[in-house]
């Protein structure tokens, strides 16, 4: 099954990087949710009619999305949020919050991926039907040293 979501990154956003996150986590998640494969665009200009949608909280969307997955660093009003990011010698922590669960991430400074980095892929994987608690399982083997 194939499901296309239109992303849309906030500016703080390294789209490089979330990539090969994503990438990263997709292999892991998608053995035990072999649900879809996800084909992501990054054309702010693209009407989102009928489509999935994962987009900062604060975004205007052109046309009516079937399903709307928001994230924000700032507001708890996102579907999914990242709080309290500490950073550290040698790594950065934030808790991911959805309306379901809450969990701990842990970043090593040597991965050279930000928080907001993981708070999109974590807003597309679980636009995609990926459980949060699994998502933050997979970010934490991937990037925790």
Known sequence: MTAE???????EV??????????LCADKLLQNYPLCDILITW?????VTGKKVVCPVDVRLLGSPAGR?????????A????INVQKHTDYI???LMSA?????VFIDNSKNISAADVLVVAAVMYAAGVPLKSVISAVNSILKN
């Open 100 to 104: 379901d669960h809450m969990g701990r």
């Open 14 to 23: 390294n789209i490089e990087q979330a990539k090969k996150l994503h990438q």
């Open 69 to 77: 997955v928001t994230y924000s660093a700032d507001d708890n009003s």
């Open 5 to 11: 979501i239109v992303v849309f990154y906030g500016e």
């Open 79 to 82: 579907d999914i949020v990242a």
């Open 43 to 47: 054309d702010k200009t693209k009407d």
């Open 93 to 95: 922590s934030f808790e």
